[in-house]
Each structure stands twice: as C-alpha cells, then as structure tokens.
Nanobody, 124 residues
Framework: QVRLIESGGGLVQAGDSLRLSCATSERAFSGYAMAWFRQGPGKERELVSYINRSGGATYYPRSVKGRFTMSRDNAKNTVYLQMNSLRPDETAIYYC?????????????????WGQGTQVTVSS
C-alpha cells in the first residue's frame, strides 16, 4: 500500500498563501500521476490540481487557475501545492492522491492512493 503524507495546512486569512507538501517513500513515485483534491464542509470532493509523471504538464480548474501552482520533485518523492490569494470558501480538507498507471485523470474515482488529508482554514 502506497502511503502519502500531506503537510502544510493551517489557519490563514483571506488573501494569504500556503504551501502544501505530499511525500511518499514509494520508489515508483516518479511513475505516478499526482493530484490534489479538496473537500469542504457539505461539499463534494473536487479536483484542485493535477500533474503528470515528469512534472511537465499540469491542469487546474478555472476556480484556482492563476492562483495555485502544483509541482513535483521526483528526486524527493514529493509534490507541492502553492496556494496564493486564498479565499474563505476554499476552507477544506486537502488531499494528495496518486494514480498508479500515470495516465491523465481529473475525477477522484480514478486515483488509486490517498493521503489522510490536511486541513486548510481561510478566515475572512
């Protein structure tokens, strides 16, 4: 079982920035496509960002495009999510996920492994 460990969440004010990290000891990490999802209170889990195996391609939904940046360091088995200009409605648990076959996907059902989540709270 692949273990993903998120960190970096916390309480911030609207307009602030946070950087989330997700690390694994899994040797096959560089072959996985990775993504960040979030789930707010009473909301469905939604994609926040996606990155391919090499880190050369990313995808963001319109809601975060231009404010969030996902990156990866395959040498450190870690992905990052830089979040700028955070808004109160982005308060959620943020989850790191991995897709073992490395192919592109944007729906949470297609991802194989999940972290435990990290809480991000944005106050107004």
């Amino acid at each position: 079982q692949v273990r993903l460990i998120e960190s970096g969440g916390g309480l911030v004010q609207a307009g602030d920035s946070l950087r989330l990290s997700c690390a694994t000891s899994e040797r096959a990490f560089s072959g996985y496509a990775m993504a960040w999802f979030r789930q707010g209170p009473g909301k469905e889990r939604e994609l926040v960002s996606y990155i391919n195996r090499s880190g050369g391609a990313t995808y963001y939904p319109r809601s975060v495009k231009g404010r969030f940046t996902m990156s990866r360091d395959n040498a450190k088995n870690t992905v990052y999510l830089q979040m700028n200009s955070l808004r109160p409605d982005e308060t959620a648990i943020y989850y790191c996920s991995a897709k073992e076959d490395g192919t592109c996907a944007t729906s949470w059902e297609n991802f194989d492994y999940w972290g435990q989540g990290t809480q991000v709270t944005v106050s107004s």
